[in-house]
């Protein structure tokens, strides 16, 4: 499964030079976890990432092979949760090494599939993340509260790859907060289209659909991700 790898590549290209901070997993240090959807109301809130007008942005990456993804830690270029003081521009990267799930299509796609999901299974206390996987936007609402015990995207983000951890197949996970000013969101945003591009692609393929290139919605993903269409004429 290197279906991603472009995408992973051209992100980490593009963040490569700008000060950034990183931690090493340690499951000790994870945010609580509510284990099911919270309410943080407006008027208890401290800030919202992606929101008022901001971009917010989710990525979402799988790969076998050990290059991009070779540790579990979290790294955050621009402010931390202590620092923001008003609404922000926000993107989330999850970048996923999994053992190979076998030589069939099938087994790899269903594991990307299960994979996906788990970002909807995530609760940190006092950070409610809203997630619209058509336009690949995330908002998140931390409360004040949150804010005030010393929630980090450290401790968030621990929170997270204790979550995906969780799933048998998963090796390492590397996720990437970039929140504030200064970074091109646009061209994050172009990514992170790609990324879920490739997951409907996969989704089409898997389904059984019609191979007619010419007609399909899902040309200009296939055109530019190496083995696409190779999926897709090996499935049919
Ligand atoms: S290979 Fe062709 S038909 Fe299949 S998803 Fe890609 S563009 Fe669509």
């Known amino acids: 499964m290197e279906l991603f790898n472009g995408v992973m590549e051209e992100t980490l290209e593009m963040l490569s030079g700008f000060p950034h901070k990183k931690w090493d997993y340690d499951e ?10 919270e309410l943080v109301l407006a008027k208890d809130q401290a800030f919202e990432l992606g929101g008022g007008g901001k971009q917010g942005l989710n990525v979402t990456c799988v790969t076998t092979s050990p290059l991009p993804v070779d540790r ?26 999994i053992a190979s799930p076998g030589e069939e299509d099938e087994a790899a796609y269903k594991a990307v599939r299960d994979i996906e999901f788990v970002k909807y299974h995530v609760f940190p206390r006092g950070f409610m993340i809203r997630i619209n ?19 980090s995207f450290k401790a968030a983000g621990f929170d997270f790859i204790k979550k995906y951890r969780q799933k048998p197949l998963v090796k390492n996970v590397k996720i990437t907060f970039i929140a504030g000013p200064g970074f091109d969101y646009r061209a994050l945003e172009k990514q992170a289209k790609t990324a879920a591009g490739i997951t409907n692609a996969l989704t089409h393929i898997m389904e059984g659909l019609d191979l ?15 083995g696409m269409r190779e999926l897709h004429f090996r499935q049919k």
């Not at 000790?28 to 959807?37: A, K, P, V």
């Not at 007619?212 to 190496?226: G, I, M, R």
Request: with cysteine; aromatic share 6%.
């Open 133 to 151: 996987s058509e336009d690949c936007r995330e908002q998140v609402r931390v409360s004040r509260r949150a804010v005030k015990a010393g929630i």
């Open 212 to 226: 007619s290139c010419s007609s399909c919605a899902l040309k200009p993903v296939c055109d530019e991700v190496e």
């Open 28 to 37: 000790s240090l994870c945010w609580e976890d509510l284990n099911e959807s």
């Open 72 to 97: 579990d830690e979290i790294l955050l270029y621009g402010q931390d949760l202590d620092a923001i003081k008003e609404d922000s521009d926000y993107a989330r990267l999850s970048f996923l090494r």
